[in-house]
């Protein structure tokens, strides 16, 4: 009963993953700031649209703006057997609610022995691109797959956005949910099925280069692969789509077709989890690389506002070129 | 005992579980041994004793149900054995042994157990105060008249989760009872010192949270300031403020030296003793005589004894178990 894929945005996908979920479990609540009465009534990138309108205020509710106790009281929800899924407007201020996702909803599990599940999901948007500068646009997605017992969701295409989502509610685990608010209004295709966390995506088959790469930066390395195509290299990219979980058979079987690995993020590249995945793929592939693996990421900086500035802290098509032919060798630099 | 069940006398007897004196023998009991625990080296890191501070966790317990949610804090083996936690496995807990309610998981700081309601005791001053505005959404979700409790020192009223906690359970009028145990000492600091305005009471007022002052020294009277609370909250009419004037005898944990304070000023708190007050009353309206009160002390002595043999001979966790139980593994 496999029915055509729609053509979707992120956000409504994100939208169609709520709608479907809260029908299918009327237990589960959404809370956050401006979610029924901003905009056209959805939020402040309208993922919750129309959800008021169909389960009504006491499963959708607007909050005031206090993110420690909305992301505590989430845990709290979700302890007490309610899954829960929080919306925070900007990741940023998600870090006003460490105490709630790290101290409280991650260890639940483990420090009470496994008594309790905590299905929370914190749904937010990281990432940069729009102009929000410093504390409106951090990739800060490393912070918490670093946390044990939380797992890390970025989805960078429509239907990861719906499938993941879907899956992220469902889970018995507190998700951090880390949307891409320079990708919201991408279309693309969406089937409508459900996506496991911790299943990497293949977005381009190639075999002289993996690049590993999510949300906006595998778009930019799609764009780098033409251009890189045109000049004899061949990139494979691989989506992890989740952090934790993570994927990295995927990446460990391309390696060994391709003998070279490049890793883009948006977060910061000092200690960003590229160096996991290079880490990793070293250690399991040493053998089989013909180079020493490269990672790519943001300057150690924060994210300026104006254009110019905010463009030249973060990877563009033209630098993941650069970075793929310095990782295979070839140190010629042809401009696009 | 033959004595006639009255209103007065529900604190007195063995109706559905042990008397509130009982109760409170045993837990004054379990905490006193606390500091011998850990100078033997059977407790790691800290653990906190409440004693002297009983009559508010059997006071709140009393208008509690099972199915009621309670968020603690650090000090909080009380909250956890009123809500009727077993002293055995308790104990067991904070001695890090397999039979703990986590398995040694957790230790004094996190004792959680699921089908009590208990959230756990917590390692984070304040964090309860969400932990419980949580289980309060929960309910109300849910449509159940179920409530849930957040015990919390005087020092987290000085945490801005409260602030948020109390407008939050306002404006949706959760079902959550905010319990301060007013013991004058964030571990050391006295609230004189930390707060300019010492009236906590007016704190939840001031966010439209009904707030009620209680000696925390008299069961009876933080029983009843609970009860109330719990109806409003079962009746969808919001959230309560409970502040209760209580005192820690025992330092902040072991090792404590407690230059913070006088002996005479604990000596005066001990003349308000919440055990003693309670046992004084029921010897002189003649609800117990003097037999009766000590086979009470008696029997929550053996309690507390068979507790800690059940905790001392428990094997510690296995060790593969501090790599399980992170996440559900969901592949």
């Known amino acids: 009963m496999n029915k055509p894929a729609q053509q979707l945005t992120i956000w409504r996908a994100l939208n169609a993953a709520l709608h479907d979920e809260f029908t299918e479990d009327p237990s589960t609540i959404i809370m956050g700031e ?303 | 005992m033959t004595v006639e069940i009255t209103e007065a006398t529900r604190f007195d007897l063995d109706i559905d579980g042990p008397s509130a004196l009982e109760l409170m023998s045993t837990i004054r009991e379990f905490e006193s041994r606390l500091p011998t625990y850990s100078e033997e080296g059977l407790i790691r890191g800290s653990t906190h004793p409440s004693v002297g501070m009983e009559a508010v966790a059997v006071g709140v317990s009393w208008a509690l149900r099972a199915s009621d949610s309670v968020a603690s804090n650090h000090r909080g083996h009380a909250h956890c054995l009123a809500k009727g936690a077993d002293a055995g496995r308790t104990l067991a807990e904070i001695l890090g042994r397999r039979d703990g309610y986590c398995g040694g998981k957790g230790g004094s700081m996190h004792i959680g157990v699921k089908e009590l309601g208990l959230l756990g005791t917590n390692g984070i001053v304040g964090a309860g105060i969400g932990l419980a505005t949580g289980a309060a959404l929960a309910a109300q979700a849910q449509g159940t008249d179920n409530v849930a409790v957040a015990y919390f020192g005087d020092g987290a009223t000085n945490q801005g989760v409260l602030a948020e906690a109390f407008n939050l359970a306002a404006i949706w009028k959760l079902p959550v009872i905010f319990v301060c145990e007013n013991n004058h000492f964030a571990q050391s600091a006295t609230l004189e010192e930390m707060v300019a305005q010492p009236d906590l009471r007016r704190r939840g007022e001031a966010y439209g949270v009904p707030s009620v002052d209680v000696d925390g020294m008299d069961v009876e009277a933080v029983s009843n300031a609970a009860a109330e609370a719990v109806q409003r909250a079962r009746s969808g009419q919001g959230p309560t403020f409970i502040v209760a004037d209580t005192y820690r005898y025992l330092g902040h944990m072991a090792g404590d030296t407690e230059i913070y304070r006088t002996a005479e000023q604990v000596e005066q708190w001990k003349g308000r003793d919440p055990i003693a007050r309670l046992a004084k009353r029921l010897l002189d309206s003649t609800v117990l005589d003097e037999a009766q009160l000590k086979a009470i002390a008696t029997s929550a002595l053996t309690l507390v004894d068979s507790a800690e043999e059940f905790a001392k001979s428990s094997p510690f966790p296995d060790v593969s178990s501090a790599f399980t139980q992170v996440s559900e593994d969901y592949r």
């Open chain 1, 34 to 336: 401006d979610l029924t009465t901003w905009g056209t009534g959805g939020g402040i990138y309208g993922v919750t649209r129309k959800m008021a309108d169909v389960f009504g205020k006491e499963r959708v509710r607007d909050t005031p703006i206090s993110e420690e106790t909305l992301i505590s009281a989430g845990a709290g929800a979700a302890m007490a057997g309610t899954r829960t899924v929080v919306e925070i407007m900007y990741s940023d201020f998600m870090l006003l609610g460490a105490d709630g996702l790290i101290n409280q909803a991650a260890k639940s599990r483990y420090m009470f022995g496994g008594q309790f599940s905590t299905p929370l999901v914190v749904r937010s948007n990281g990432g940069s691109g729009i102009g929000k500068a410093a504390q409106h646009s951090q990739s800060l997605e490393t912070l918490y797959a670093h946390i044990p017992g939380l797992e890390v969701v970025v989805p960078g295409t429509a239907n990861d956005a719906y499938g993941l989502l879907r899956s992220a509610i469902k889970s018995e685990n507190p998700t951090v949910f880390l949307e891409h608010k320079a990708l919201y209004y991408d279309k693309g295709p969406v089937t409508k099925e459900l996506i496991p966390l911790g299943q990497a995506r293949v977005a381009r088959e190639g075999k002289d280069l993996t690049i590993v790469a999510t949300q906006l930066m595998t778009k930019r390395a799609l764009e780098a692969a033409q251009v890189l195509s045109a000049q004899g290299v061949d990139v494979e990219i691989i989506d992890p789509r989740t952090l934790y979980p993570f994927d990295m058979e995927t990446v460990f079987s391309s390696v060994r077709k391709t003998r070279h690995l490049l890793v883009v993020h948006e977060a910061v590249r000092d200690f960003g989890w590229g160096g996991e995945f290079v880490s990793n793929t070293v250690q399991e592939c040493w053998g089989e690389l013909d180079a020493a693996p490269r990672r790519m990421g943001a300057a150690r900086a924060p994210i300026p506002y104006s254009e110019e500035l905010e463009e030249a802290v973060i990877p563009s098509a033209q630098n993941i070129v650069d970075e793929a032919l310095a990782t295979v060798g070839r140190h010629t630099k042809l401009t696009v």
